[in-house]
């Protein structure tokens, strides 16, 4: 669940008490709007009382908890980790951390939602609605890993039956030219011993003739 920072009764630095009131009359407007789940209207209220106090934590929570609300996942991102960067109080470090987490698990991005729900429990261990949602995801990445593993497992039975057919094959293959070879070398030495007894024969055949002359 994306939390919504709930509003403080005074602000810490303002210009004039006139344009602190216009800011809370626009965060007042944005909050109802949130409420009534008009996320575009409330993103415009909360925007419109950023304009009166650059400074207001709350515009720039609510702003980005809208963003959120809207599914403007990426805007929305940049809005808390702004946020993060520049913000000191555990509390709303807290707060600012835990809906990163949401942000990330919606985008399946799960190894940093883990640890940004890490982050938000580091600075309020108490928050069990983190501690719920760290949870999840670390189930949903253990679903993930069960489910890589078992599509890599064909995979690579498929890949070893492969391997099998091919050293099969090759194997075949030598053995059908260590046939081919022995054929040829039996064919030579049958050619070799052909070409000995025709000699002889014409050895003999040379001799007699010979013989007859003298």
């Known amino acids: 669940m994306m939390k919504r920072y709930l509003l403080i009764a005074g602000i810490l630095i303002v210009s004039t008490q006139a344009f602190a009131q216009q800011e809370r009359k626009h965060i007042r407007k944005g909050t109802s709007e949130y409420t009534e ?18 400074e207001s934590f709350e515009a720039q ?106 050293q099969q094959q090759q194997q075949q293959q030598q053995n059908q030219m260590n046939k081919e070879d022995a054929e040829r070398l039996l064919n030579a030495i049958q050619q070799d011993e052909d070409d000995l007894q025709n000699k002889r024969k014409i050895n003999a055949a040379e001799k007699k003739q010979i013989e007859k002359n003298w």
């Open 37 to 54: 789940q008009k996320f575009l209207e409330s993103e415009i209220e909360y925007r419109k009382a950023l304009d009166k106090n650059p």
């Open 61 to 166: 929570y609510n702003i980005g908890a809208s963003l959120y609300k809207q599914q403007k996942l990426d805007e929305a991102m940049k809005q808390f980790q702004t946020l993060a960067q520049t913000e000191k109080d555990p509390a709303k470090l807290a707060q600012i951390y835990h809906n990163m987490g949401n942000i990330y698990f919606a985008a399946d991005k799960i190894d940093e939602s883990i640890d940004a729900y890490k982050k938000s429990l580091k600075n309020n261990p108490l928050d069990n609605e983190t501690r719920y949602n760290l949870i999840a995801a670390q189930k949903k990445k253990k679903e993930q890993e069960n489910q890589q593993q078992q599509q890599q497992q064909p995979q690579e039975q498929e890949q070893q039956q492969d391997k099998q057919e091919q």
